[in-house]
């Protein structure tokens, strides 16, 4: 079955400093990768996603991500963080189907000043 | 171009009573999908639809139950309520067969409900 693991429950990291969020994952065949984006009460936001291809993908607000399958590993990175982005991130894994995505617990990040 | 819009977007029942949650997908989108989200269990997958015909179904009771019309928005349903079914319940629109911009899935806000 497929699965996701977010190793990180909480990180913390203080403004303008790099950031690396970790997502591991089970899949048989070449997965479909996402990361979401999720504030408070609010729904999930879309910040890249991995089908094929160059395995360094580029999202939206400066964030990329890269895939490596001999580490079953798409780990999210920032170069510099902003207090913005403090938010819940979510990486999944599209099981079979993009429309039937498995989820990590999710890491929530802080950002401090 | 509207999102994707929930309806209500928050809800308070009582145990036992049944409701219905609603959602809108982004137009022209054919593929409905709806997940729970608990502190407990993260993000759980429920079901999708697709042109009024469920492809995929997760594992949840037979309590959780779905819809799709004609024009692709999409109704789920939970009857028999448990305090247990408290959870916010999130919408997701996909494209389907138009090329690599229908491998996304677009979430609404969600509907927060509440069991008392």
């Known amino acids: 079955a497929q699965s996701v693991t977010q190793p990180d429950i909480h990180i913390t990291v203080s403004e303008g400093a790099s950031l690396e969020l970790r997502c591991n994952y089970s899949y048989g065949a070449t997965p479909y990768l996402f990361w979401y984006v999720q504030s408070p009460g609010q729904g999930l936001q879309l910040l890249l996603k991995y089908f094929s291809g160059d395995t360094l993908v580029q999202g939206i607000k400066g964030f990329e991500a890269e895939f490596k399958r001999s580490q079953s590993s798409f780990n999210l990175r920032k170069p510099s963080v902003h207090w913005s982005d403090a938010a819940e991130y979510f990486c999944a894994v599209g099981a079979g189907s993009f429309q039937k995505l498995v989820f990590g617990t999710g890491t929530r990040l802080l950002v401090s000043p | 171009k509207a999102g994707v819009t929930q309806t209500p977007r928050y809800l308070i029942k009582t145990r036992g009573q049944q409701v219905t949650l609603s959602c809108s997908p982004i137009s022209g989108h054919r593929s409905v999908s709806w997940y729970q989200q608990t502190p407990g269990q993260g993000l759980q997958f429920l079901f999708e639809y697709f042109s009024e015909t469920q492809r995929n179904k997760g594992n949840f009771p037979g309590r959780f139950s779905g819809r799709q019309f004609s024009n692709s928005r999409s109704e789920m349903n939970v009857s028999t309520l448990e305090l247990g079914d408290s959870a916010l319940y999130l919408c997701?629109?996909?494209?389907?067969?138009?090329?690599?911009?229908?491998?996304?899935?677009?979430f609404g806000q969600g509907t927060r409900l509440t069991v008392v």
């Open positions: 997701a629109s996909s494209l389907v067969g138009g090329g690599t911009l229908s491998t996304e899935a677009f």
